[in-house]
């Protein structure tokens, strides 16, 4: 055992007086490697730190109606939910070329990051700023900049570009959206003018009918969820704009259309079965036929009371210029640098000058028997 710690203890002197002997050489290395490191922390470039803090996108909850699903749907053309795809949004326009673009015309950056081509500009834009998605929903943006002053306005400036680029693509989709939902109504307009017109041309030929109050229930039933079908397929239209026909939501839509479609047709294999709906001689043909005419209107009145709002939603959506991004913090003057850290540089050098130096004289005397 005390032959052991006489080993130990005479390596660990052999070491210190090895050391000892190269002492000029340890110190030398270690003050070159700490003066290199004072001179490059000095000529590094000086950056600030600026950052501004959005809230995340708020989310219109007013139900399912047409607008709304179609103001959902993200200009990139993947289908996502909500809050979710609306912060995508922001984070694909603030790494967008229009946007970068946009900051190096504003504050004459090409010149700042002595760059030939606008590509090698907007490379370094993009290595100085960054953007952070957080937890709780909050999106930091950060941009770094050797201007104390200029480093805020940029970084506020990114924020204000990101709400004008967002109403730029709102304002596009809501033209759009109005677009479509107007092709859909004036499309049911016809078909509500043809369904009344075969209703009154029916009555002309054979006179006025009245159905007992039973009767009225199920022709109303059986409109209702014409009506839904026919909602729903717009809605399908809608979807299949930005999703893939495998789509989870496309196929849950399909799933609903069907059962719609086949409850529809119970019901209406009940009714024309009904003895409410039968008479003497040849009336029952033509109180089913009064039925159908009857409950197709029904069913295009719905569905227009249905798309009116809409598309009213839709041309209010359409000229709105309200802020689209909420802002919780905006940059401010930064009070001291960001980088370099030039202590912490200068300290990590001269452990690395130091303890280098100690490795390589354990490793010359190990396979060159330096004595």
Do not use: C
């Not at 709400?163 to 049911?188: P, Y």
């Not at 047709?265 to 109180?287: F, T, W, Y």
């Amino acid at each position: 055992m005390s032959s052991n710690v006489n080993t130990s203890n005479g390596d660990l002197k052999g070491l210190i007086l090895l050391f000892w002997d190269y002492r000029k050489f340890i110190i030398g290395i270690t003050s070159f490697a700490a003066i290199t490191s004072v001179i490059v922390s000095l000529v590094l470039p000086v950056a600030y730190r600026a950052t501004a803090i959005i809230l995340p996108p708020t989310v219109d909850g007013g139900g399912m109606g047409i607008a709304s699903l179609l103001s959902g749907l993200p200009f990139g053309g993947m289908g996502m939910d909500g809050m979710g795809q609306a912060t995508n949004n922001y984070l694909s326009i603030l790494n967008s070329r229009t946007m970068g673009e946009r900051v190096l015309k504003e504050f004459d950056l090409m010149a700042e990051y002595e760059s030939e081509f606008i590509e090698e500009a907007l490379d370094a834009l993009a290595g100085n700023s960054k953007f952070v998605l957080h937890d709780e929903g909050t999106l930091a943006i950060t941009v770094f900049d050797g201007d104390q002053d200029r480093v805020a306005h940029i970084t506020n400036y990114f924020v204000q570009q990101l709400d004008s680029i967002n109403k730029e693509l709102t304002k596009e989709r809501a033209g759009n959206n109005r677009s479509f939902i107007e092709k859909r109504l004036t499309q049911v307009y016809a078909e509500a003018a043809v369904a009344e017109n075969k209703l009154k041309l029916f009555q002309e030929e054979n006179g006025a009918y009245s159905l007992e109050v039973q009767a009225e229930e199920s022709i109303r039933a059986l409109a209702s969820i014409e009506a839904d079908i026919i909602k729903k397929e717009i809605e399908l239209d809608v979807m299949q704009i930005s999703m893939n026909s495998d789509h989870p939501e496309v196929l849950f839509l399909k799933k609903e259309i069907s059962t719609l479609n086949a409850s529809l047709d119970n019901l209406i294999m009940a009714s024309e079965n009904d003895r409410i709906l039968k008479s003497p001689g040849n009336l029952p043909a033509l109180v089913v036929e009064y039925a159908r005419l009857l409950r197709d209107v029904t069913a295009k009145n719905a569905v227009l009371e249905f798309l009116i709002p809409e598309y009213e939603q839709a041309r209010i959506q359409e000229v709105r210029d309200t802020p689209t991004v909420q802002v919780l913090d905006h940059a401010q003057r930064p009070s001291e640098k960001s980088k370099p850290f030039r202590a912490l540089i200068v300290m990590l050098s001269t452990m690395s000058g130091f303890f280098g130096s100690l490795y390589f004289i354990l490793f010359r005397k190990k396979y060159w028997h330096l004595t």
